[in-house]
């Protein structure tokens, strides 16, 4: 037994999907397993790996590895290797370069990874520089380590991901996009971000986030808008409970990018003010380019993207003076996102002023509670006009088309701005609409 399951074993972490190396190759893996694996697969054939399923069990068998790596690549030449030790000496972390025999118990560590995990550091098996010069996404292997472990990277990793920052451009963004996800849904993604920015690493995947260095806030307090960031997502993970799924993929990209549209909108004013009108809408449309080029799904990038678009709408509520109106628009905006965007917007009070910290949580709460009276009076979670297209088409004689489009939407503003009509006040709204328009 090799790599994470063994680590994970002696951290006493839970051990899932168990990954074995061996001098057998690949042909005669299945030879072995045939008959007493429930299932076998071999898409990973062709790098040496026979996918196995016993019970609830999925384990992979890999040859002996001896790899050669194209430079101008990550692919390895797959070569297989005649022993363990020099299998394990191409693994990216000694920490991940120990290995278990399964038939006496004997733990083999050719490269101490055992005390770099006693004493929670990562370091490499071969020189750092090499390691990361063979599969560039190491270093960012190295981010998601430091954010789900708690270890620090050794000092000669932190210089080799810096001086070779600009090779991780040869790795596929889906991969980058993985790893980050990796990063971001770990007990401590702040640490794992620090190590991207402070190495450059940032600058070539998500390069929004080092810019927020730039950037002192309107309210000059001590933090930049990047500690502000890193201290907004800390809290969003907080608060992760009062949401369905734990961790949160969606609400964490939210709270680490809802502010990267304040380099674009910064201005200077006399008296040494500092302003970022509009940041959010500029910062949702940032957003979107940003992810879509990391690949993610259109569903992850709507979502987040709204997230940004909205997470300043609550600061307009003042002290409760929105409408029924307003609220159920806010409602209506967030969608199916309204539970993040409560959190998004509670995470987002990073004052040190105790009083207007608490001033503010109050007037979020009330908020929630009116947002809770309306839902039960209303549906405010299906708002839709007293009316539908067919009865619009019914009352004003019109045939599918625009009009009919224009229609609903007065319908719609109408009961967001006056609550539940029923048909009759409705259709009486409507005709007098439909007759002060000519």
């Known amino acids: ?29 299945e030879q072995i397993v045939s008959g007493w694996a429930d299932a076998v697969w071999d898409v990973g054939r062709e790098f040496g790996t026979i996918g196995v399923r016993k019970g609830d069990e999925q384990i992979e068998i890999t040859t ?44 083999v560590d050719p490269f101490d990874g055992h005390t770099a995990l006693v004493e929670r550091r ?34 000669d990793v932190v210089s080799a991901m810096t001086a070779q920052a600009e090779r991780i451009e040869i790795v596929s963004a889906e991969r980058v996009r993985d790893e980050l996800d990796k990063t971001l849904c770990a007990a401590d993604p702040v640490a794992g971000l620090r190590l991207l920015v402070e190495t450059g690493l940032a600058d070539r995947v998500l390069p929004e986030l080092p810019a927020l260095r730039l950037t002192d806030d309107e309210h000059h307090r001590h933090k930049d808008v990047f500690e502000h960031s890193l201290t907004v997502l800390e809290q969003a993970i907080e608060l992760e409970a009062r949401l369905e799924r734990q961790p949160d993929l969606v609400i964490r990209l939210a709270a680490l990018l809802h502010d990267i549209g304040k380099p674009r909108t910064r201005r ?9 009108h509009h940041h959010d809408v500029v910062g ?10 990391l690949r993610y799904s259109n569903d992850v990038i709507d979502q987040v993207a709204l997230l940004v678009e ?51 949580q109050r007037t979020y709460d009330d908020l929630e509670a009116r947002i809770a009276v309306l839902r039960e009076q209303e549906e405010l979670d299906s708002i839709r006009p007293d009316l539908d297209g067919t009865q619009i088409m019914e009352i004003l004689g019109l045939a599918p088309g625009r009009e009919v489009g224009e229609a609903y939407r007065f319908l719609l503003d109408l009961r967001m701005d006056r609550g539940p009509l029923g048909e009759e006040q409705a259709a009486e709204a409507l005709r007098a609409w439909w007759a002060a328009r000519g």
């Open 122 to 155: 990562l370091t490499t098996p071969v020189t750092a520089q090499q390691s990361f010069d063979d599969d560039p996404l190491r270093m960012m292997r190295a981010a998601r380590f430091v954010a789900q472990l708690g270890f620090a990277a050794d000092a």
């Open 1 to 29: 037994m090799v790599g994470g399951p063994v680590r994970d074993a002696l951290l006493g972490r839970p051990v899932n999907d168990l990954d074995l190396t061996t001098s057998a190759r690949p042909e005669q893996i």
């Open 310 to 360: 909205l997470h300043l709408r609550f600061h307009g509520y003042g002290s409760g003076e929105w409408t029924d109106s307003a609220v159920r628009r806010y409602v209506r905006d967030a969608g199916p996102q309204l539970d993040r965007l409560h959190v998004l917007t509670r995470a987002d009070c990073t004052t040190r002023n105790a009083r207007k910290a608490a001033r503010l």
């Open 64 to 107: 002996y590895r001896s790899d050669q790596y194209d430079a101008a690549s990550r692919k390895p030449v797959v070569a297989f290797g005649d022993t363990l030790a020099g299998d394990l000496s191409r693994r990216d972390f000694t920490v991940n370069a120990m290995a278990v025999v399964l038939a006496t118990g004997k733990l």
């Open 284 to 293: 949702a449309k940032m957003t979107r380019k940003r992810l879509r080029e």
């Open 268 to 276: 200077f004013h006399t008296g040494g003010t500092v302003t970022f």
